[in-house]
């Protein structure tokens, strides 16, 4: 597993939460919903910004033996949440993401320090980019509430970008004959680097896909600055 990872920035594992595990963390999800700035829904999208603090419930459903073990085989045992977010692309969304690299963290607090640029506050979250090292250290893990498809909205990626750093390009200067579709069956899950390309289309079967995106990283930051979502597992 480690080896496809860090050769091709991403890695796809089926089976890793039984049907009875994703429907009672469905069933969790559906019975918190909540009206404060991190849950947002609308016809294009529902989504709990800093899930696993909204919803305390989920982690021990969340973080189950096989994910457990996957974590630990790439950060061997020193790695910790940063980020969790929840995402549902409902049967009606219309909306298409381009290719991008995940480029930001979420902090605790703005505090000035060299290397951290394009500081943001929006819905009293703060974000920052970070030194590329520190986006080189995270890891996501995207666990899949649904069958993931093409129809539906499934990540695309390019394969190997996570190599060449922090990429200024515009659409028509990706390679799309290089792109990989990120086909995810209910209760698998896709490991991805943040320096990834990635993208998604829009939903054409009137599925939806529900996704819940965590991200780790084993680095503890100088100068004061802290993640905002740092939880231990």
Known sequence: ????????????????????????????????????????????????RAILKEIPKLKNHIFNKNLIKIIEEIGNNTYFVIKSIYF???????????????????LSEKIETDKF?????????ITVQPPTPILENIFTIRIHLDNTT????????????????????TDHEINKNKEYICDVPKGGVMLMKPLTLHA???TTNNQRRR????????????NGLKWNEYLAF
């Open 1 to 48: 597993m480690n080896t496809s990872f860090n050769k091709n920035g991403f890695h796809i594992l089926n089976n890793i939460y039984t049907h009875e595990e994703i429907e009672t963390i469905i069933h969790l999800i559906e019975s918190s919903e909540k009206s404060n700035t991190n849950f947002r829904k609308d016809k294009e999208l529902f989504a709990i």
């Open 88 to 106: 549902d692309k409902p049967k009606t969304s219309n909306w298409v993401v381009p290719y991008h690299q995940d480029l930001t963290i979420n």
């Open 117 to 125: 640029i394009n500081w943001t506050k929006k819905n009293e979250q």
């Open 150 to 169: 093409v129809e539906n909205g499934a990540v695309k990626v390019i394969p190997k970008s996570h190599k060449k750093g922090i990429i200024q390009l």
């Open 200 to 202: 998604s289309t829009r």
């Open 211 to 222: 996704v819940i995106h965590i991200e780790f990283s084993n680095i503890i930051l100088d």
